[in-house]
C-alpha cells in the first residue's frame, strides 16, 4: 500500500511563511490523488487543499487559497504545501493524505505541528 510522511511544521510568527513536504512510499503508483488536512485542537479535521498526481490540477479551500500552494513532485514521490502570510487560526496539525481514485482518502500520514504566534 501507500505510506505517507509529513516534515516541515514549526513554530512562526504570523505574517511569516513555512513549506511543508509529505512523502510517500510504498505502491506509490497506484496513487491518484494526494491532498492537506488540517485539525486544530477540539474542532474536526478540515481539507486544505488537493492536487491530481498525473496531471496536477488543484484545488484549495477557501480559507487558504489566496496564501497556500499545493505541488507536488512525482520523481521525489513528495508532495508540498507552501503556506504565505501565515494567521494565528491557521495553527493546526497538517494531515498528509492520498487516494487511489474518486473516493474517500485512505492513506494518511502522521501529522505535522504547524503552530503560529501572534
Known amino acids: 500500500q501507500v505510506q505517507l510522511e509529513e516534515s516541515g511544521g514549526d513554530l512562526v510568527q504570523a505574517g511569516e511563511s513555512l513549506r511543508l513536504s509529505c512523502v510517500a512510499s510504498?505502491?506509490?503508483?497506484?496513487?491518484?490523488?494526494m491532498a492537506w488536512f488540517r485539525q486544530a485542537p477540539g474542532k474536526e479535521r478540515d481539507f486544505v487543499a488537493r492536487?491530481?498526481?498525473?496531471?496536477?490540477?488543484?484545488s484549495y479551500a477557501d480559507s487558504v487559497k489566496d496564501r497556500f500552494t499545493i505541488s507536488r513532485d512525482k520523481a521525489k514521490n513528495t508532495v508540498y504545501l507552501q503556506m504565505n502570510s501565515l494567521k494565528p487560526q491557521d495553527t493546526a496539525v497538517y494531515y498528509c493524505?492520498?487516494?487511489?481514485?474518486?473516493?474517500?482518502?485512505?492513506?494518511w500520514g502522521q501529522g505535522t505541528q504547524v503552530t503560529v504566534s501572534s
Open positions: 493524505a492520498a487516494r487511489t481514485g474518486p473516493g474517500a482518502y485512505g492513506f
Open positions: 510504498g505502491r506509490t503508483f497506484s496513487i491518484y490523488t
Open positions: 492536487i491530481t498526481w498525473s496531471g496536477g490540477s488543484t
